[in-house]
């Protein structure tokens, strides 16, 4: 069974600065199987990225994501006031697997 | 447009059952699979299980395994979870999700607060 560790678990940082996710897994797979998703409190999960580094349609290209084997990294370039939120890092096998979630805060 | 649009928020006492649906709309509906994921107070995402609208066949995670039903009716391009033998812990919001090419979920219900009473 994949575990998907997401690191850190709070990150503080300014508007127009960048932001670096980290997503481990356990395990090696597939780049076409790692997403990331974007949650604002009261709202339900937006899919931002698939396929490890896939923008999903109307995502900012502010927003990137790479990696490969059990490393995976989600980078916003510069960040707006509405990127502050929490980022949930996916795994798609025989089942889904979601790491803990990054909480993005304003420093 | 795709949307999703859950039903309403329930309340229900340990032990009891209860049943969540999950209208869909702006696409063929028997062409994507169907995904239900949990998320309790101020905790993460978890996977329940998923649901192919063409052939009616699931696979649960194995948390649930014997406790959730997830159905559909082609003439509504509905899905139903049900999930039996409440207990506290199941206190959570209940999301339905279109899977995207056996990869990610790419649209998402508004979802459904269940909450679960002693």
């Known amino acids: 069974e994949i575990v998907l560790t997401q690191s850190p678990g709070t990150l503080s940082l300014s508007p127009g600065e960048r932001a670096t996710l980290s997503c481990r897994a356990s395990q090696d797979f597939s780049r076409s199987n790692l997403a990331w998703y974007q949650q604002k409190p009261g709202q339900a999960p937006r899919l931002l990225i698939y396929g490890s580094a896939n923008r999903a349609t109307g995502i900012p290209d502010r927003f990137s994501g790479s990696g490969s084997g059990t490393d995976f990294t989600l980078t916003i370039s510069r960040l707006e006031p509405e990127d502050f939120a929490v980022y949930y890092c996916q795994y798609y096998g025989n089942s889904l697997r979601f790491g803990r979630g990054t909480k993005l805060e304003i420093k | 447009q795709v949307q999703l649009v859950q039903s309403g928020a329930e309340v229900k006492k340990a032990g009891a059952s209860v049943k969540v649906s999950c209208k869909t709309s702006g696409y063929t509906f028997t062409n994507y699979y169907l995904h239900w994921v949990r998320q ?69 219900g508004q979802g459904t607060l269940v909450t679960v009473s002693s």
């Open chain 2, 40 to 108: 309790a107070p101020g905790q993460g995402l978890e996977w329940m299980g998923i649901f192919n609208p063409n052939a009616g066949n699931t696979i649960y995670s194995q948390k649930f395994q014997g406790r959730v039903t997830m159905t559909g009716d082609t003439s509504t391009s509905t899905v139903y979870m049900e999930l039996n033998s409440l207990r506290s812990e199941d206190t959570a919001v209940y999301y339905c999700a279109r899977d995207h090419e056996s990869s990610c979920l790419d649209h998402w």
